[in-house]
Every structure is written in C-alpha cells, then in structure tokens.
C-alpha cells in the first residue's frame, strides 16, 4: 500500500518540492546581501512574493493534493478493487493521509524556514519601528508567512481537501468547495481568532504631536480619526481617541473636526494641527492603543498552529467516519 501510494502521489509530490528548491534558491542567493542593511525598498517585491507563495502553498496542497487522492480513486474505482485485496479500508485511508499530512507538512516547514531566514534581517528591522513603514512579523499579513504556523496551514489544506473530496466525490466540485473554505478561514482566523489567542494589551496615552502618525477625515466632517505612534514591532488592533470618560469619541468633538483641511484651500497654516491636537490634551482627551506586542509572536504561533492542527484532527476524524459509507 506504501509503494502503491508513492506511486500515485509522486508525480504532484516531486513537482511541488522541485518548486521550493528553486524558491530556495533564490533566497540563498539573495539573503547574504540583505545582511546589516538598513534600507530594503528595493526588496519589496521579492518580500511580498515570499509572502504571496507561502499562502499559496497550503491552496497547491488542498486542491492538487488532498482533492485528488481520494477522488481519482472514487471516480476510477480503483478503489473497490484495492478493498478487495488484503488491504482493508481503514489502512487504505490511513496510508494515504498519513503520506499525504508528512509531505504537505514537510514540504511547508521547509518553506517557511528558508524564508523566514532570508527575511530575518527586514524582520529584525521592522520589530524596531513603530510608526507604519514596516510591517513587523506579528502582522496579520507577515504571520502566516512565519515560524510554524504554516506547517498547520499545510496539514488543514491537506485533510479539507481529502474530506472534501470524500464528501462530493466530483474532483472538480471538490477543488472549488476546497479552495473557497480554505480562503475564507485563513480570512477569518487572523480577523476573528488570533486577535484573541491570547488577551490583547491596551495602554492609554496622550494625544503629542510628534507621535501622531496619521489624521484622516473628509472636508464635511472634518479630522475623523486620529492614529497615534504603536509599541514597536508590535500588531495594533484599535488606535481610539477616548473621552475623559474613557468612552470612545466617535464623532471626535468639534473643535477638532473644524481643523480638517478643505479641498482648495492649501495647506494649513504652520502649528494649526498641532494646536488642534493639543486641544485634545487640554479638554482631557487620550489616545487608547490595543495590541498584541511583538514578544508575543512565538505563544501566538504555537497556540494557532494547534489550533490548526485540531481542526486537521476533527477533519482526519471525519473521513474515517466518511469511509464507512463509501462505496
């Protein structure tokens, strides 16, 4: 069943590790350079497709991977004959999850270990920022392109596409249905669970001038919001102006509002906004800042990879009860 397996899955197999070689590659090349430089404009599209391809990968595993390792056996019926053999369906199953998980893992955690080790210099960098220029490595972004997280990534996309695949019984249908449920929860989980892996810090601060990072707001309405200088290398969640109350100012007050600079009207005169935003100060008004600090990248990795290993799990768990019901 082993050999059997290898043979089927070696082709999809070899053609995506033959892909990270050469991603390898390239980052090995490229890396060296990067090394105690302080600017790194010129890296940006590199950087993002470092980042683009490790997203992309868990996609390449579910769909071409999981999808069809079970599917093409239903559609063909290959299956049937294998069942009839001293191969039972339970070892039929656990031989191709279990080939399928290692791969799909091992070929993410080589992944991110080449590129979080090309990147590790702009990383450091931008964990020492704390205006919005660089994205630190717990950005939501940056994050999943990270660490661990993306071998848990792997080993979803994997067993959603198997069960999936199990489920429909159509490969076509089931790489749709598989590509769009992946989407959508490595859409929602940085959103909606990861900010709460772990309790977000909240710290209150006053409105200074030379820490405002940026003032947004139309010529109706005036100065909207407000954004105050981030912890460095840290993920910002809410940046709210707060009232002595501790209430968030949503309108912000109007003496404020009224220092929006209107279209046609050239810039504003030196010192206006600075004395707009001490206005602020003086009515007792702050800046509340809600984050996951920087030092928290490895807890946040740990406790989303199990997370996703859990659902992996409960997925493994479902296509074993699936089975019975094949036919």
């Known amino acids: 069943m082993t050999w059997l397996t ?6 999809p197999a070899l053609s995506v590790f033959a892909g990270l070689i050469a991603i390898a590659l390239v980052l090995a090349v490229t890396g060296p350079d990067l090394v105690g430089r302080t600017d790194f404009s010129d890296q940006d599209v590199l950087f993002s497709g470092t980042i683009l391809v490790l997203y992309l990968l868990p996609a390449v595993i579910g769909v071409f991977w999981g999808v069809p390792m079970i599917t093409r056996e239903l559609e063909s019926g290959t299956h049937s004959l294998v069942w009839n053999q001293t191969v039972t369906r339970k070892q039929w199953l656990t031989t191709k999850l279990g080939f399928g998980l290692l791969a799909a893992m091992l070929a993410a955690a080589v992944l991110s270990a080449a590129v979080s080790w090309w990147a590790s210099p702009i990383d450091a960098l931008a964990a020492q920022q704390t205006d919005r220029g660089m994205l630190p490595r717990i950005a939501p972004v940056v994050f999943g392109a990270r660490g661990i997280v993306p071998i848990g990534y792997a080993a979803f996309a ?22 769009v449920t992946l989407a959508a929860v490595l859409l929602l989980v940085p959103n909606f669970v990861r900010p709460y892996l772990l309790p977000p810090q909240t710290l209150t601060v006053p409105i200074v001038g030379r820490d405002i990072t940026n003032i947004t707001g139309n010529d109706k ?11 460095a290398g840290a993920w910002e969640l809410a940046n709210e102006t707060v009232d002595p109350a501790g209430q968030v100012a949503d309108p912000l007050p109007e003496f404020v509002q009224v220092c929006a600079p209107r279209p046609g009207a050239g810039p504003p005169e030196r010192g206006t906004m600075e004395r707009c935003m001490a206005q602020l100060g003086t009515h007792g008004y702050q800046q509340r800042l809600t984050f996951q600090p920087g030092s928290r990248f490895w807890p946040l990795q740990w406790l989303e990879l199990a997370l996703y290993l859990a659902m992996t799990a409960l997925l493994t768990w479902f296509c074993f009860r699936r089975l019975r019901h094949l036919s």
């Not at 309405?221 to 912890?231: D, F, L, N, S």
Request: glycine letters at 10%.
């Open 158 to 179: 994997l067993a959603l596409g198997v069960a999936v695949g199990m489920l429909l019984k159509r490969t076509v249908a089931a790489m749709a249905v598989t590509l």
């Open 6 to 11: 290898w043979r089927q899955f070696r082709l």
């Open 221 to 231: 309405e005036g100065i909207t919001e407000i954004g105050v200088r981030k912890p």
